[in-house]
């Protein structure tokens, strides 16, 4: 056998003239493409079947009267499907046409199907390099993502309350955005009385959900990317600071629904990773930009999104 180095493959074993085949960069995978071709198909499946049903906190395959949803709801679980699946991969598009524009590796996105039926997702996630941004490359490449899900989830979140039939109650409680918006579009609603789920509503209603939860400044969400792109190395005051909020919110306000995300985020690490040139500030448009952004969690998030008789 001949040994290989990094730049031989063994030639003398090889016919006369044989070339090695070029290097794709950017090709992924194969398998890692077979495995986000699934998952996206995945949760095309769950999000319809969340949409058929109603929006309901069933297990997809353990309702006997699936099927007979199917037949009656199709049409709802397909208009919310598309909605939600167009949010989500405006949001992860964003992340990676930036990661592409500055150059960073970035994967395609992985979605996160779910078989539970009340969202029928948990959204996606794209795998970068992050360590080989800058701060001003880290910025663009975070903030992109929501503002592109939010141009899409707002304008659905619009429709639906504009089309949408009034009711007496509604269990998916509404962020600040949300309440605003519904109180322009439609003022003939009386005290009280709000808009019953349907699949634009819904979908829009998922889209500012997973842009609350991703712009908290903490960790590797997209806020602790912002973050740390504002702040640099002093970034972990605000994480730590934010962290140590939530804990406390639980305790006192009982969220223990949250337990498990501050969990997880703990043992990810609160603080933000090192990058590229921790050196470098944004300039002051991007400085004007960020801090406005902080606004997007508050207005955004819902403590409670769900109101459980």
Do not use: K
Request: hydrophobic share 50%.
């Amino acid at each position: 056998m001949v040994p290989c180095g990094p730049d031989q493959v063994g030639s003398a074993h090889l016919p006369p003239g044989w070339q090695p085949p070029r290097h794709r960069p950017n090709q992924p995978p194969a398998g890692r493409l077979r495995l986000q071709i699934y998952l996206y198909l995945g949760t095309c499946l769950t999000t319809f079947a969340a949409g058929t049903v109603g929006w309901q906190p069933l297990i997809l395959g353990l309702d006997d009267t699936f099927w007979a949803d199917v037949d009656q709801y199709w049409p709802r679980g397909v208009s919310y499907m598309l909605a939600v699946m167009a949010i989500l991969t405006a949001h992860e598009a964003g992340h990676f046409l930036a990661a592409r524009q500055h150059r960073i590796p970035a994967t395609l996105p992985f979605f996160l199907p779910v078989p539970v039926m009340l969202t029928g997702t948990l959204g996606a996630v794209i795998g970068m390099e992050g360590s080989r941004a800058d701060r001003r490359q880290l910025f663009d490449i975070a903030l992109a993502g929501p503002l592109a899900g939010l141009a899409v989830a707002v304008p659905v979140l619009a429709v639906g309350m504009a089309t949408g039939t009034p009711g007496e109650s509604n269990p998916f409680a509404l962020p600040l955005l949300g309440q605003w918006l519904l109180a322009a579009i439609r003022p003939d609603l009386s005290a009280g009385q709000t808009i019953a789920p349907n699949a634009l509503l819904m979908a829009g209603w998922v889209g500012l959900l997973v842009t609350g939860l991703n712009m908290i400044p903490i960790s590797q969400l997209d806020g602790g990317h912002v973050c740390h792109a504002l702040f640099g190395r002093r970034s972990y005051l605000v994480t730590r600071a934010v962290l140590l909020g939530a804990i406390g919110g639980i305790i006192v306000f009982g969220g223990y629904h949250w337990v498990a995300m501050v969990v997880i985020i703990t043992f990810m690490g609160a603080d933000h990773p090192p990058i590229r040139d921790e050196g470098r500030p944004l300039d002051r448009w991007r400085q004007a930009l960020g801090l406005a952004s902080c606004l997007i969690p508050i207005v955004t998030f819902m403590p409670e999104p769900l109101r459980l008789p």
